[in-house]
Structure formats: C-alpha cells, structure tokens
C-alpha cells in the first residue's frame, strides 16, 4: 500500500509538471504576451526575412540540446563555455538579437513573467507563419535555465551534417520524435558543412545544382558563407525543399539521406513534395512535439528578471 501511494504521489507530480505548458498559460499574467513577442519577430523579419529560418533553426538546437530552456542564449562567462560556441552554433546560429529585442519589449509590459524558452518557441512559429507556414498554437509556462551545455551540443545531439539516417532517426527517438518528425523538421546552412558533398564527386547531387552551389563555396575558401538549403524560394515556408531532394538537389549530405536510399522516409519525402498541406500539418504537430522536450517548469529554473536573455 506504501508503494502504491507513492506511485500515485509520483504520476501526481508527473501530471502536475506537464499541466504547466499551456496555450493560455499568461492569460491571467501577461495576457499581452503572445501579441508583444509576434509584434516583434515580425518587424524583425519585416527588416530581413531569411531571419524567419534562422529563428525556426535557433528553437531547434535550443530543445535539442538538454531541452527547450534557453540555454543556448547563455553567453560564456570564465566558469561556463557557451553552446553558441558550438561546432553546431559557432557562426551559424542566429537570431539572438531578434530574441534579446522581444525580451524587451515582453519586460516593458510585464516584467519578470515571460521566459526566453518560450519566446523562443513562440518566435519560431510566429516567423514560420510569417513566411507562408502554419499558425499552431504554442505551449508556454517554461523556465529557464541557469547554465548552457556545450559539451551536450558537441556531444552528438545536435544532428551532424554528414550524419546518415540511422544515425538521425536514433537521434530524433531519443528525443521523443518519430520518422515522420525527422522529415518534417529537416530542411540556411555555412559552406563548410556542405562543401565535402560540392567536391566529392558524388554520385547523389545533381550536376548542375553542384555547379551553382559552388559559385559561393569555393574549394579553398568561403567557409563561413552562409547558403539557403532551397535555392528556388529560399525565404519562403513551401514544400520545395522535398522536391530538391527528389531531384538530387540537397544542399548537406543529411538532407540527401532522406530521399533516395529506399528508406521508409522516401515516401514522407514523395509525399510532402506532392502534398504541402500535409507538410504543414505535419511541420505544426512535430514543432509543438519537439517545444516540450525536457521543459523546466514549476520552481525549476529561472524567469530572467531583465531585459535581455543572454
């Protein structure tokens, strides 16, 4: 009996913790919150658009990497390295500013009430409807964290660029994610990680895709330029990164894995490319999926008390 009303103390607590996330979490709080943080993300893409994917990506390697806490806005101090520091992060992770700016101007109308994980989570939808994506709604109620984890992100969970699918789809389960999620959730990258596939002469990129990509990723050169992963609309939420990838045109070696191997995610990928619908809803479900990993809740962690993240 002792154990049972243990058990029972545990599943409570459990349920308790996972009641946090919620929609109408500042209804009562802040119930301007929501509108201030998308207020702001979209002047911010208003200015520069490609900003859309870089904010989608920055959600990405935040819950990633031990959790959507915001750890990954924490900048290194002489007793923490950074996970912006990253091999994943370094030069490439973007979009701290636009986060730092809607902190703000969440602190200028209800401060100390609005964690950066969730205006994190709230900027990633709020700019992938910008560009075209879905509106889903977003869970909110995190905290966040008091320390970054750069050896978790050196570690193996943030996807490598050259990884092969089983080493994704292992990555993802460990995650909670599914296939489905893996392939929703791929798709702006630096020429260094792409560059090895450019010049190996491979035999699962299109030649003339190659060719192009090469103009700004030279052999000896150019590692930090940035590259959209689909040249056609690169700035917009659409489907034509799966039909790059039926066509061969996969900017990173991880991109490609998905399609052409006979894989089961062939046909997610054949899918999508016919089916945008589909894909949003599809990218909507596996977005609000990955925005509860590891969430600190309750007393866990910190609601920063100033105007910026970081």
């Known amino acids: ?15 308790f913790c996972q009641t946090q996330l919620s929609p109408t979490f500042y209804d009562q709080s802040c119930p301007n919150a929501l509108s201030t943080i998308r207020s702001s993300i979209r ?4 200015r520069e658009r490609r900003m859309a994917a870089s904010l989608i990506r920055l959600h990405f390697h935040d819950c990633f990497v031990n959790g959507c806490d915001a750890s990954v806005m924490l900048v290194a101090t002489p007793t923490m390295e950074s996970e912006r520091d990253s091999v994943a992060n370094f030069q490439s992770a973007r979009g701290f500013e ?22 994190i989570a709230v900027a990633a939808r709020d700019a992938s409807e910008y560009v075209g994506g879905p509106r889903y709604a977003v869970k909110v109620g995190r905290r ?11 570690s193996g969970d943030l996807p490598s660029f050259r990884a092969r699918l089983d080493d994704l789809s292992d990555l993802f389960l460990r995650k909670g994610l ?22 190996d002469n491979s035999s699962d990129i299109d030649a003339g895709f190659s060719s192009t990509r090469k103009r700004r990723c030279a052999v000896n050169d150019g590692d ?8 056609v609309t690169p700035n917009s939420f659409d489907n034509n990164y799966y039909r790059n990838l039926m066509q061969k045109k996969g ?38 999926k990955m925005g509860d990993i590891q969430t600190l809740t309750g007393s866990a962690g910190q609601i920063p008390e100033n105007l910026h993240c970081c």
């Open 98 to 119: 636009v986060i730092d700016q809607a902190k703000s101007a969440v602190e200028s109308v209800c401060p100390g009430v609005v964690s950066c994980a969730d205006i």
């Open 178 to 199: 599914n296939t489905r999620d893996l392939v929703a959730l791929s798709g702006q990258a630096t020429c260094v990680t792409f560059k090895e596939r450019l010049y």
């Open 224 to 231: 930090t330029n940035l590259a959209p992963l689909d040249q």
């Open 251 to 288: 900017l990173l070696a991880s991109d490609q894995v998905l399609f052409g191997s006979g894989a089961s995610t062939d046909s997610i990928v054949s899918e999508y490319s016919r089916n945008p619908s589909r894909f949003a809803s599809d990218y909507a479900a596996a977005m609000i």
């Open 1 to 15: 009996m002792a154990i049972f009303k243990i058990i029972v103390l545990l599943l409570s607590l459990f349920c």
């Open 43 to 46: 002047t911010a893409i208003s």
């Open 144 to 154: 966040d964290s008091t320390t970054a984890f750069r050896a978790i992100a050196d």
